[in-house]
């Protein structure tokens, strides 16, 4: 007999995970593989924060916590927004995450009904779109370009919506994956003004801030409350094995968020939470990590044109380059396989990002150490001149 599988179960896999996968498995056969595939800084957590968890190991029983997370970590994270943004933030409108990923789960389901629609920018992290569709929210593409750096704009959500009909949320992340991109900040006032005027919650991923290589990335708690702020403790703070992020949530959704924490998570490891307050006063040793994404950057902007990938994203924050590579493939998947072959270099295909146009695109991940960066221009480079 057959036995029921769901239909919302059957979301599209996060096509770098598979990557990682098959480098994984050439990797322990022996090859030597370059990763520039995830987005995962090289470094491990900060010293400080690596101290006191081994600190807390010895001393704490690590039950379970509040299921909005520790009040010195909330604390900690409202103080951030003063130091960083000059905000002055109730510590009880922070939540502590599983990761941001945990987060845009409790996002989603205090703010959406089964059947709404939520936009978002194509390309686009993946599992926005996967997460929504298992949830069973619709999720709207909104195809950006370079013209306007891969970002939503008002424009375009007015076009979304004489498209689609009624929108009820928007996903934004600036600096974005996979294009680098930021929004300034008066691009982010139009934005949050657009979304509280016209009815729709804003979810400003906000993961790569901190990382930036020259301009400044805004938030959008500067510019509204309704919005679901979400970061993570993954990518500037080097924890991503660590499973902890936040989020400052809107008032209105307070209780709901916290009923839902309790019930999908309990609580978020507590020997994260513990050692994730130490994380905010290590930004010496970060922004060094920050350093070398900078100096990674700019090599592969250097090194990547002479290996045929010549029209690349700009790439104003995070740990990533989009390339155009129509001149080279139109199955973006087949060139990421051929060139891992080939060349022991691990690169995403675009397909994770946009689903029909990023068969002509992959992206770089620069996260890594710099001679490792280096060593895959040089492969590529060599590639590119054996086939051109
Ligand atoms: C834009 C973006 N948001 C969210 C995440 C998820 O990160 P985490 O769940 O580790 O916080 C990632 C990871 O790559 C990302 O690139």
Known sequence: MMLKRSVRGRVHPFIVMDVLKEANRREAAGEDILHLEVGQ????????????????????????????????????????YSERHDIDLAADRVVVTTGSSGGFMLAFLSAFDA???????????????????????????????????????????????REFGQIDGLIVA?????????????????????????????ISDEIYHGITHGGVAETA?????????????SKYYSMTGWRVGWMVIPEDLHR?????AQNLFISVPTLSQRAACAAFDCTE??????????????????????????????????????????????????????????????LA?????DRDRGRATIRFSFAGDTPIIAAAAGRLQTWWTSVS
């Open 256 to 260: 709901s968020v916290e009923c839902l």
């Open 41 to 80: 800084p090289s470094t491990s957590a900060p010293a400080a924060v690596i101290a006191v968890a081994q600190a807390a190991l010895g001393s704490d029983k690590l039950g379970y916590t509040e299921a909005l997370g520790i009040s010195p970590l909330r604390a900690r994270i409202a103080q951030y």
């Open 349 to 353: 295909p675009g397909t994770d990002f």
């Open 174 to 202: 600036s600096p974005a994956n996979p294009t680098g991109t930021m929004l300034r900040a008066t691009e982010m006032k139009e934005l949050t003004s657009y979304c509280d005027d016209n009815g729709i919650r804003l």
């Open 285 to 346: 040793e970060l922004d060094k990590n920050v350093a070398r994404y900078s100096a990674n950057r700019d090599l592969l902007l250097r090194e990547l044109p002479k290996a045929g990938f010549d029209r690349l994203s700009p790439a104003d924050g995070a740990f990533y380059i989009y390339a155009e590579v129509d001149h080279l493939t139109e199955d973006s998947e087949a060139l990421c396989r051929q060139l891992l072959a080939e060349t022991g270099v691990a």
């Open 115 to 161: 059947g709404d629609r939520v936009a978002l920018a194509d390309p686009g992290y993946p599992a926005y779109r996967n997460i929504l569709s298992a949830v069973g929210i619709e999720p709207v593409s909104i195809q950006t370009t370079l013209a306007e750096r891969y970002q939503p704009t008002p424009e375009l959500m007015e076009r979304t919506r």
């Open 221 to 233: 708690l500067n510019f509204t409350d309704n919005a679901f702020i979400v970061n993570s403790f």
